[in-house]
Antibody
Framework: QVQLVESGGGVVQPGRSLRLSCAAS????????MHWVRQAPGKGLEWVAV????????YYADSVKGRFTISRDNSKNTVFLQMDSLRAEDTAVYYC???????????????WGQGTLVTVSS | QSALTQPASVSGSPGQSITISCTGT?????????VSWYQQHPGKAPKLMIY???NRPSGVSNRFSGSKSGNTASLTISGLQSEDEADYYC??????????FGGGTKLTVL
């Protein structure tokens, strides 16, 4: 069965960096684009970034562009989110999610991890 | 990247049908057939209910259906059940090659 397990969350001071990982299993990872989506406490979903199945394309929300970097290692079935220059407003649960199969485009996600909490605070 | 507009809350009685709207612009909802809907129970990860406007993933009940007219997409849930009580989010591809979500709608089953 498809499993996505995020790790790397925690408490970090403003301006510092953090790297999230998402380990995938149960499907051919190298065939699927992957998303990061976040949810601030008590708030709605906010899309963060997407990476194509082969890493050839990466797109970001304006709110994180230039500070966050999405990457993947298909040999380790893992997608990463490098978060630099963190701000208080980046505090959220971060989910990784797999692009939906059956669509011609990767703009929906059919499997989600359980999320990892990132708290940016001094 | 303004969020799509959803009603904050909707409610219905068991067995009834409800519809949740999701309004965007011609740069997102109206311009592409890449609208999706997610259900989220408290403390849980989102679950995909509809993708590409009206397609249901395997395992999702056919009580859930999606449609679109102009810049507004809709999720309809028929035969409401208590377990449908959750938050619902729409999402859409945008002209900027990004994904944008709606603010979310809390569904209460009376």
């Amino acid at each position: 069965q498809v499993q996505l397990v995020e790790s790397g969350g925690g408490v970090v001071q403003p301006g510092r960096s953090l790297r999230l990982s998402c380990a995938a299993s149960g499907f051919i990872f190298s065939n699927y684009g992957m998303h990061w989506v976040r949810q601030a406490p008590g708030k709605g979903l906010e899309w963060v970034a997407v990476i194509w199945y082969d890493g050839s394309n990466k797109y970001y929300a304006d709110s994180v562009k230039g500070r966050f970097t999405i990457s993947r290692d298909n040999s380790k079935n893992t997608v990463f989110l490098q978060m630099d220059s963190l701000r208080a407003e980046d505090t959220a649960v971060y989910y990784c999610a797999r692009r939906v199969s059956g669509s011609s485009a990767p703009w929906a996600a059919d499997y989600w991890g359980q999320g990892t909490l990132v708290t940016v605070s001094s | 990247q303004s969020a799509l507009t959803q009603p904050a809350s909707v409610s219905g009685s068991p067995g009834q049908s409800i519809t949740i709207s999701c309004t965007g612009t011609s740069s997102d909802v109206g311009g592409y057939n890449y609208v999706s809907w997610y259900q989220q129970h408290p403390g849980k990860a989102p679950k995909l209910m509809i993708y590409d406007v009206s397609n249901r993933p395997s395992g999702v009940s056919n009580r859930f259906s999606g449609s679109k007219s102009g810049n507004t997409a809709s999720l309809t849930i028929s035969g409401l059940q208590s377990e449908d009580e959750a938050d619902y989010y729409c999402g859409s591809y945008t002209r900027s090659t990004t994904l944008v979500f709606g603010g979310g709608t809390k569904l209460t089953v009376l």
